[in-house]
């Protein structure tokens, strides 16, 4: 929806919070459509005229406000020729009143509802080099790479050798310190919205457990450090991902992960032809009606979404929303359509 635009203020907004009567939202809104004949520009004033009347025909067809209320966006691209009316109940309750026709649909007071609550810190460190991340479920993210300048070992011997070892290991505190002000500044402001579920530690040799035994991370960081420390080769966007495979075991309820072995299970059946995996919209659909259908993947952003996870909902198939963002999603939208399905046996043609 926030990537709806037009060049008037002919796009609809209406948030209705729980306890309001619907009856009395329509009554408003068919005031509004009449005042909106003093609109001189008839162009505008139709677009305008379309999304009320779309709105007012979607509310008088429901008996009650649901109990978290209801989102109405409606409205007329008088560029492109495209409309939308999309009437729902969101996850939270609608905090506000609010009625709006403008250039852009209003989704601020939905943004808090769907931000991704099952988040993961990922660190990667090394004696001078770092990767701060995040896991989340639409995949992995990038938040900083860091690289320090530790001098090698000082072959003098005597004193002057220590004296060099002795500053070398003062710079590589100083990198972790470092390191740990910014996982400090990334990783605590999710703490305290309550987002934060954990954080993978890993490097490739003993920097990993020097740095947490050292305590330069925040206390309340370390208490949320996951398993074991993890051995990876890689820093960057490479090294995350290593990361995030090897602890598969205390991450294998994030979504990402029911995400990607849903889609490894989709190839693995595709790959053996077993008559397990069948792809395209009409032939899902078809399966999804013969109630043959175990799971269900779909890109979140499909267009008919909606209609399929009531399909699932009436067959009891397990609907598997994939992430456009993660790589795998791109893959599968280009590959497959962004819908695919897992079948409980394969259909006899």
């Known amino acids: 929806m926030k990537k709806w635009r037009a060049h008037a203020t002919v796009l609809l907004s209406l948030y209705i919070p729980p306890g309001r009567p619907i009856s009395e939202v329509v009554n408003l809104l068919r005031q509004e459509y009449a005042i909106t004949e003093n609109i001189k520009l008839k162009q505008t004033r139709n677009a305008v005229q ?55 649909f209003h989704t601020e007071f939905l943004e808090p509802m769907v931000e991704e609550n099952d988040v993961y810190g990922l660190i990667i460190i090394e004696r001078d080099a770092a990767t701060i991340g995040l896991l989340k479920p639409s995949g992995i993210q990038v938040l900083d790479e860091i690289e320090w300048y530790i001098p090698g070992k000082h072959h003098k011997g005597g004193q002057s050798q220590r004296r060099f070892d002795r500053l070398i290991e003062q710079m590589v505190e100083e990198f972790y310190k470092h390191v740990a002000e910014k996982a400090n500044k990334y990783f605590l402001p999710l703490i305290e919205e309550s987002k934060l579920k954990g954080i993978i530690v890993g490097g490739p040799g003993y920097a990993k457990i020097d740095f947490v035994k050292g305590g330069y991370l925040d206390y309340r960081l370390r208490k949320l450090i996951l398993g074991d420390l993890i051995d990876v080769s890689y820093q960057g966007e490479t090294g995350l991902r290593e990361l995030v495979m090897k602890a598969k075991h205390v991450l294998s309820k994030q979504r990402y992960f029911r995400v990607l072995e849903a889609l490894e299970e989709f190839k693995y059946h595709l790959a053996k032809d077993d008559g397990y995996a069948v792809y395209g919209e009409n032939d899902v659909r078809n399966a999804l009606t013969m109630g043959a259908v175990a799971k269900l993947l779909i890109c979140d952003d499909h267009p008919k979404f909606e209609e399929f996870e009531s399909l699932c909902e009436k067959t009891r198939a397990e609907l598997i929303a994939v992430p456009p963002e993660m790589p795998e999603g791109e893959w599968f939208r280009n590959t497959f359509g962004c819908i695919a399905a897992i079948l409980r046996y394969p259909l006899i043609q």
């Open 50 to 104: 379309t999304a009320l009347a779309s709105a007012i025909d979607r509310l008088v067809r429901i008996r009650e406000n649901p109990p978290n209320g209801l989102v109405v966006f409606s409205g007329y691209d008088v560029e492109t020729r495209r409309s939308i009316t999309l009437v729902f109940s969101p996850p939270d309750p609608v905090p506000v009143f609010f009625y709006r026709t403008d250039k852009e």
